[in-house]
């Protein structure tokens, strides 16, 4: 593994990199006395770090993001083509790609037809939430402005974004955030909070009723949910629960705000999580699949019922949605998009997510008949998790330093894996898995031999 296509000295590279970078979700200290990591090459599912070491990429950019996987010439010759043509101008006006790639997304989700461009998932759930406050004060008197997220759930980093966000360890410290957003309990069968319930999905539906009814239901605009929790430790929903959110939604006219900035783009084997459960949204927002990190854009997409609103009162100069994403004017992101799309449809990536991650699962759960710590196996397509445990019977979750000595080993043996990272307390248990969609059997069986030799290695 340690055959290096990079042999260049890249020791200042290191040292500017120590002097006066802030890298992301990470603690600085350690660095004082070992090398930042610093990946330099990319092609297929395997990345190269500066010491020529090769990692296969079982997480697609470390936040599930190079859904068609590294090297790709034709995405990169698709954003040189048109950034020489048109690298940008201001989305109040449209452009080609722009166009062309809204017509291409719309094609693939029914029953939406408008799509806002940004640039980061943050962003495009933050436009949702403003869409939602100003039909609240247009429609409603100003009374449906609360908006519902889920514990667990992640939605972004900025203020509002957090706000809206069930992960504890990722809100400490950066209060006081922006009021109206009011939690609903989790959907993980595996902590099931309603035991003595028939069914533990339409139980975890209701309690979003529970939540709304103590609210008030005049008071509530939209409700924002992952189709399967990413970061909060891959959560499938249950049974019937989608079916029971849609129910009580449309009982109380409460809008759906799907975030598929992880599912989106192919992760679960369709185009779109949502689209495994039947739901309907009212909005969709998706980011990192979108262009494969090949480009950095976003898009909100809703109805034209939605859409429409923005639009009823042409003489009232503040009835329409009065915002601007400056890089959403970006013409790479479309570009990046459409030939994502294209390789996507031409190499059948749907179909080998189906496939492939029919085999992550089954070969999980070849390893937690093998592994004791292995508590619970879950996941959709490409996109899967395994929660350590440290009694089955108890459900005791792992001790978090343990479940990051896995990914450590395995990281060691020159594969990456993710982890729940600092988000919530006592349960930063779950083992992340979510190759790009290329992924073979081959690469698919690396990943669990690793895991296996790393389970081995740090419980015995
Ligand atoms: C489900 C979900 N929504 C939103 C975001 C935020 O996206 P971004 O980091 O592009 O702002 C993330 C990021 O991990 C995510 O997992």
């Given at each position: ?10 020791s200042a590279v290191v040292d500017a990199d120590r002097a006066h970078l802030w ?5 600085h200290?350690?660095f004082e006395?070992?090398?930042p ?424």
């Open positions: 593994m340690d055959n290096a296509p990079y042999s260049n000295d890249i890298h992301h979700l990470i603690q200290k350690q006395t070992i090398d990591r610093i990946i330099v090459e990319g092609k297929g599912m395997r990345v190269w770090d500066a010491r020529g070491k090769e990692h296969l990429d079982a997480v697609s950019g470390g936040v599930w993001t190079v859904n068609v996987g590294y090297g790709r010439e034709s995405i990169a010759n698709a954003v040189r083509d048109q950034l020489i043509k048109m690298n940008y101008f201001a989305n109040s006006a449209g452009s080609i790609p722009g166009s062309l790639f809204a017509k291409k997304l719309i094609e693939k989700m029914p029953g939406l037809s408008r799509v806002y461009y940004s640039n980061s998932g943050s962003e495009a759930n933050e436009k949702v939430f403003k869409m939602v406050r100003q039909i609240s004060h247009r429609h409603h008197g100003g009374k449906k402005y609360k908006i519902l997220y889920r514990e667990r759930d992640y939605h972004g980093t900025t203020i509002t974004a957090l706000s809206a966000g069930g992960q504890p360890q990722r809100v400490m410290q950066y209060g006081p955030l922006t009021p109206g957003f009011v939690e609903v309990p989790h959907c993980l069968e595996y902590r099931n909070q309603y035991p003595d319930s028939e069914s533990y999905g339409i139980a975890a539906a209701n309690a979003i009723e529970d939540v709304i009814l103590r609210e008030g239901p005049d008071t509530i605009g939209a409700i924002c949910l992952e189709p399967v929790t990413a970061g909060g430790g891959v959560i499938t929903p249950p049974e019937g629960y989608w079916q029971r959110v849609q129910e009580i939604c449309s009982k109380y006219d409460i809008l759906i705000h799907i975030d598929e900035v992880v599912c989106g783009l192919g992760r679960t084997g369709t185009w779109f999580g949502y689209q495994n459960y039947g739901v309907k949204p009212d909005f969709v927002t998706m980011a990192k699949g979108v262009a494969s990190g090949y480009a950095a854009i976003s898009c909100t997409v809703t109805t034209e019922a939605v859409f429409d609103m923005f639009k009823d009162n042409p003489s009232d100069p503040m009835s329409y949605f009065r915002d601007i994403s400056t890089f959403g004017g970006c013409a790479s992101g479309p570009a990046a998009a459409l030939e994502n799309m294209r390789i996507i449809e031409d190499e059948n990536l749907l179909q080998n997510t189906l496939t492939m991650g029919a085999r992550l699962m089954n070969n999980l759960h070849g390893l937690a008949e093998k592994h004791k710590v292995i508590g619970d196996v879950r996941g959709k397509g490409l996109f899967c998790g395994a929660e350590l445990v440290s009694d089955r019977q108890t459900k005791e979750p792992a001790d978090e330093k343990m479940v990051a000595a896995v990914v450590a080993d395995c990281m060691a043996q020159g594969l990456i894996i993710g982890m729940t990272n600092r988000s919530l307390p006592g349960f930063n248990n779950t083992l992340c898995l979510s190759p790009a969609l290329i992924a073979s059997a081959n690469d698919i069986d690396e990943i669990t031999d690793g895991i296996d030799k790393a389970l081995i290695k740090v419980f015995g």
